[in-house]
């Protein structure tokens, strides 16, 4: 029989975040949201799913670069999934400071918490970016690490931060690292939404920065059930764990598979502002989910060729809908 939890996710307004609090609501679990506070008393992508999720959730606005708040937040909760943070590459070249106080300063404020309130286990999000330019392939929790973005750089602090209150304080703390993440309600900066609203609207000539390079994409749904697993069996402490496809397609082939599977004419245009510095791209991802089918019990649905259509098929019809796509300013690049 499962265990009802009391759970808290932050960013629980985010992309992922908003997914992953649904789920858990779906499964019985008793769960606060953490969003970030503004004067619009908007809560992000919360305020856009199912009203009957939204009665049985709580919903706390504050800040995660704030102790007090997140302490607040996290007060009688058993698991907090960490998913607050900074995470557009493009930004971290322009406001870096403002990554190292939401990425590595917020994290700390979780895991300093999460001891205080007396143990909370800790879900910690990390990313595939910390591993750079695969030096091996397909890509394990072993990889070297290496920021080759302001923002990798702060995600493995936050990482390893995160490692080290495991280590030091026997606090119990999982780093769950997805590779990349794609599906409804994503920002339009990430490369298969960019794509999806330009042929959404109309336009026969897309812009991208570069197309060779490699990812392990990742359905919304793969990734939120990885998290669902780990918060639920309490399977990995001390672990990092990858949530993968292992399965690496390039920008390019990923571009043309979505124009095929909306029906659209496809050309491609480089556009140097997409483009990141030479020494900061990231070449090739493909992961090594070894770790998660042994230690979760988690393995992809949207898995292998066949898999990725389906959930693209998905994203493209919810980013097509008119009422979705007026979410986002397709006539212009988002950073």
Known sequence: MKIRKKILVTGADGFIGSHLT????????????????????????LDHVDPQVLRELKVIAGDIRDSTSVRQAMNGCEVVLHLAALIAIPYSYTAPDSYVDTNVKGTLNVLQAARDLGNVQVIHTSTSEVYGTARFVPITEEHPLLGQSPYSATKIGADQLAYSYFAAFGLPVTILRPFNTYGPRQSARA????????????????????????????????????????????????????????YEISIGETARIIADVMGKALEVQTDEDRMRP????VERLWADNTKARSLLGWEPEFNEMSGFRRGLTLTAEWFSDPKNLAFYKTDRYNT
């Open 278 to 281: 030479a020494n900061s791209e």
């Open 191 to 246: 490369v298969i939404p960019s794509i999806i609203c330009q042929l959404a609207a109309g336009a026969t000539s897309i812009k991208l920065g570069a197309t060779s390079p490699t990812r392990d994409f990742n359905f919304v749904q793969d990734t939120v059930r990885g998290f669902v697993m780990a918060a639920e069996s309490g399977a990995g402490v001390g672990e990092v764990i990858n949530l993968g496809s292992n």
């Open 22 to 45: 649904e789920a858990l609501v779906r499964a019985g679990h008793d769960v606060t949201a953490f969003t970030y506070y503004n004067s619009f008393s908007s809560w992000g992508w």
